[in-house]
């Protein structure tokens, strides 16, 4: 993973033996273009970045401020963002009582996916923010007046002598396939919460971390708009983000698929007059994906692009243990079949281009999140959530890791809990929002950066915060969606759409769409039913190729060739787990399998994947 590292000891320990430090940046140059570098280094802190050439670092030096940003503020060039920084940097080391609102009212308004480092050289302090949404994931570790915060969890683990997973954060990862909140796979080691200042005093050894701006869905500010007051401002907001994110200097290229969120995205650019290319891929099933095929093909002429199609083949080995090694298992690793992808894009398009995809369209805009009935209580919200949201089941997780289903269960409660929402279904919008969002789509856009700048114009700050105020019952049904789509691009909104619960391909503009949707809602009441009747429409169509040998296989042989795994996970639990295989699906033994293999690779340094780098795993 492309990244900034910062390492931070009071008494200089980790920074005495220099050739660990630099064999720990090179566990971090994962392909040939990709090069370390010392950005700054004293005996007592060292900041280093690892990236290719690309990859967006930008220095802004003076007499008093280094300022280093990692990643990118749209809409501004370099000349006004030392002037901005320099600016920002003189409340980063105010009294938190006295700079808090200033900065959060600058993040609030300043859209970018960013990290920003700044040392004072004359107060001889560091301070280390992220944007307001936090974008480009972050992890940190503090004891013992160390600190060390970098992109990538395979650092950390390089530069402690001593460190162990965190058990409860395997449960989680289990259930939903991601840990919850700022908990980590590490054991005392967290993800930085969004809009949050770490402070180091040099001087005092004196480590602060304050957390600026909460994220709080409870009051919807736009309720008394009407939809298609919303929808215009929307429409307005969204092509203004598309058009900040825009190269001016390198080619953007648009993924492309059937489904609303890339037909908007493309619309925008369209619409703003700015030249793109599109890329759409094809599994290896020739199933999966093929009714993206039609729809986007005749996006890409409504809009007058260039559009490649790459079928994909299956994955092998090395793909698998390359998706490992670059996201440390925070992506599953089912989805090694991208990598390929994502070099013939390369290949077509070159790495300094700008990847844009429709990402949080989904998330933010296409549905209403509130449960329906509305939860009686903590515990029959928690139960929705874990009921809708598991990959593998409570009880199969309970099994795996040896810790009680309550106390997994008291887990989320007490993290569920913490949110500010007092409403109960907004606090499930939270955990959607935050959560589903956050921790599982944002490292998948991350996985996309190691290969080129990939952009997600649903995640502007100021679209984010105005949609999340619209009303939750306007989004009901795709109805303000279908509002925006259609005053953004009319011709985009005619095509057909065939998302998932979508039963046959309609335009969302089309009463027949409607129909179908109410018919669908109404299923979704008997999830059983609904199962039987979606299935009957749109079979499964993955299960032909799911359970490869070389796949199981290799998973068995981890729990042989690693001992570490015993130690976080039961060997029978697993063994039981792979006998009754066929129970599951491809995607919930790809998250058990996923956690072997992270556990193996950070613990032993190897993989058993390695074994199998030819082979297919399908």
């Known amino acids: 993973m492309p990244s900034m590292s910062f390492v931070y000891d009071s008494g200089g320990g980790l920074l005495q033996n220099e050739p660990a430090v630099l064999q720990s940046l090179d566990s971090l140059i994962h392909t040939e273009v990709y090069q370390s570098e010392i950005l700054l280094k004293e005996k007592t802190y060292l900041l280093a970045s690892t990236r290719y050439k690309e990859y967006p670092v930008t220095s802004f030096e003076s007499d008093d401020i280094s300022i280093y940003l990692e990643g990118r503020i749209y809409g501004k060039d370099n000349s006004s963002l030392k002037g901005e920084l320099t600016a920002l940097s003189g409340h980063l080391f105010q ?8 900065i959060s009212e600058w993040l ?26 936090g974008r480009l994931p972050l992890y940190y570790h503090e004891a013992n007046g160390q600190l060390i915060v970098s992109r990538e969890l395979r650092f950390i683990t390089k530069m402690l002598t001593d460190w162990q997973f965190d058990r409860m954060a395997i449960a989680q990862y289990l259930l939903f396939g991601y840990p919850l909140g700022r908990r980590n796979i590490l054991e005392n080691t967290c993800r930085l919460d969004p809009a949050t200042l770490i402070r180091v005093d040099l001087n005092e050894a004196k480590i602060e971390l304050d957390n600026i701006h909460q994220l709080n869905f409870e009051v919807k500010k736009y309720s008394d708009r009407t939809i298609q007051q919303n929808a215009s401002e929307l429409v307005a907001l969204f092509s203004e983000s598309c058009k900040k994110r825009a190269s001016t200097d390198n080619k953007n290229v648009v993924s492309l698929s059937g489904g609303l969120d890339s037909r908007s995205v493309s619309g925008a650019l369209h619409r703003n007059n700015i030249p793109f290319a599109a890329t759409t891929y094809l599994d290896y099933g020739k199933t999966v994906y093929a009714s993206d095929l039609k729809p986007s093909e005749q996006l890409a002429n409504i809009f007058g692009i260039d559009r490649k199609l790459f079928q994909l083949a299956p994955p092998k080995g090395k793909d698998i243990l390359r998706l490992l090694k670059i996201k440390n298992g925070l992506n599953p690793l089912g989805m090694g079949f991208i990598l390929p992808y994502f070099d013939e894009v390369i290949k077509n398009h070159g790495q300094g281009i700008t990847y844009f995809t429709g990402d949080g369209g989904d998330q933010i805009l296409q549905y209403d999140h509130r449960p329906s009935p509305k939860p009686k209580g903590i515990d029959e919200l928690v139960k929705h959530i874990i009921s809708m949201k598991q990959v593998l089941p409570l009880d199969t997780v309970a099994s795996l890791t040896g810790i009680k289903e309550s106390q997994i269960i008291d887990e989320v409660t007490n993290h569920v ?10 606090k499930y919008v939270h955990f959607m929002t935050c959560e589903y969002g956050i921790n599982w789509y944002w490292e998948g856009e991350d996985r996309n950066r190691c290969y080129f700048w990939s952009v997600a114009p649903f995640y502007s700050i100021q679209l984010f915060n105005y949609v999340m105020n619209c009303p939750d019952r306007q989004k009901s049904q795709y109805a303000l969606y279908r509002q925006f789509l259609s005053e953004l691009s009319p011709q985009a909104a005619a095509i057909d759409y065939a998302g998932p619960h979508i039963l046959i391909p309609l335009p969302i503009t089309s009463i027949r769409f409607r129909i179908m949707r109410s018919m669908v809602a109404i299923l979704s009441r008997f999830p059983n039913l609904k199962r039987k009747v979606i299935g009957k429409v749109k079979p499964e169509t993955t299960s032909s190729h799911a359970y490869n040998s070389n796949f199981l296989q290799c998973l068995k042989e981890q729990t042989v060739n690693c001992k570490a795994i015993s130690d976080y996970l039961s060997l029978p639990a697993i063994e039981e787990t792979l006998k009754d295989y066929s129970k599951y699906s491809i995607f919930q033994i790809n998250n058990l399998f996923t956690v072997t293999s992270f556990i193996e690779d950070l613990k032993d340094g190897k993989s058993t994947i390695e074994a199998y780098y030819e082979a297919e795993f399908i």
């Open 95 to 102: 009294p938190q009582t006295e700079s808090s609102e200033h």
């Open 417 to 426: 809990m913490s949110y500010p929402e007092k409403d109960l279904s907004q």
């Open 108 to 133: 609030l308004n300043t859209d970018g996916d960013f990290i920003i480092f700044s040392l004072n050289k004359k107060l001889n302090r560091v301070a280390i923010l992220n944007d307001a949404l």
